[in-house]
């Protein structure tokens, strides 16, 4: 499995951005996939999970503000980000799960005041 994050950035506080995620995987459908993110000297923390049915979960310091959304077709997954605030700047990872956690190589998202 292979996972390729784009559509990290600079932006300013309450402006939005849009990251995708790609899978190289045969069936994408059967994956449940997330959203992760880190900042240096941090755990990574989960911002948005989307299971294989549709179902969400969201941090709770995302959620509102936060859309996790997939495109079984094109096996994608995307995290539309509204509202941005300083406090969301990190490094996001796509993340799956089969038999073991798979990880993207990570875009740097980074919100200025």
């Known amino acids: 499995v292979q996972l390729e994050e784009s559509g990290g950035g600079l932006v300013q506080a309450g402006e939005s951005l849009r990251l995708s995620c790609f899978a190289s995987?045969?069936?994408?459908?059967?994956?449940?996939m997330g959203w992760y993110r880190q900042v240096p000297g941090k755990q990574r923390e989960l911002v948005a999970t989307i299971s294989r049915s549709g179902d969400t979960k969201y941090a709770d310091s995302v959620k509102g503000r936060f859309t996790i959304s997939r495109d079984n077709a094109n096996n994608a997954v995307y995290l539309q980000m509204e509202s941005l605030k300083p406090d969301d700047t990190a490094v996001y990872y796509c993340?799956?799960?089969?038999?073991?956690?798979?990880w993207g190589q990570g875009t740097q998202v980074t919100v200025s005041s």
């Open positions: 993340w799956t799960f089969r038999v073991q956690n798979y």
């Open positions: 995987v045969t069936t994408f459908r059967i994956y449940d």
